[in-house]
């Protein structure tokens, strides 16, 4: 959805106050696909600010269908989305702020998605746990170690000590 701008960057009577539902149905993050299960309407205001330039203010929620990044479960996440930004007109875009205007705006008019895309992709969690004390997959035969040991031999020896090993392994009589 596009929210026309051209008012707003002319007087501060015409400020624009509306409730915007996101049309995404999934967000795609480092190659992967993950589907919107809900969202909240977004809250948006745009007010003038000075001749071609125009203050955004939106605020809403939405939940993705990610995964744990342990144990691989799908998890539930919520993002609230929060943002305040400034946005210029075609004609007064200060030069340091003309690849960022650029990509949400499209002339006059706001490209509400990919505003709301954008804080999504800023707000992605760096980390994505099914519980905080999610125990993950066995490295050797890959059961979910949340529901219990599989008994694998996890040792993992220590790589410089390799030497010394194969000095006392040549040493023994067979």
């Known amino acids: 959805m596009f929210i026309d701008l051209s008012n707003v960057f002319q007087n501060a009577s015409s400020d624009i106050h509306q409730q915007y539902t996101a049309e995404l149905t999934q967000a795609s993050y480092r190659g992967q696909e993950f589907a919107v299960l809900e969202k909240s309407p ?11 330039r125009a203050g955004i203010r939106a605020d809403g929620c939405i ?38 205007n650029l990509e ?21 969690p760096a980390k994505i746990l099914c519980r905080p004390d999610c125990r993950g997959l066995c490295k050797v035969c890959g059961k979910d170690l949340n529901l219990g040991d599989c008994g694998c031999d996890d040792f993992v020896p220590d790589p410089r000590m390799a030497v010394i090993k194969d000095i006392i392994n040549a040493d023994k009589e067979v």
Do not use: S
Not at 71 to 94: F, M, S
Not at 115 to 122: A, K, P, R, S, V
């Open 42 to 52: 977004f809250t948006i205001d745009c007010v003038y600010e000075q001749d071609g």
């Open 63 to 100: 939940v993705l269908d990610m995964y744990c990044d342990r144990c691989l479960k799908p998890v539930p996440e919520k993002l609230d989305i929060h943002v305040e930004r400034t946005v210029y007109a075609p004609d007064c875009v200060p030069a340091d702020e003309a690849e960022d």
């Open 104 to 124: 949400i705006m499209d002339g006059y008019q706001l490209n509400m998605e990919r505003l709301i895309f954008n804080e999504i992709l800023m707000n992605w």
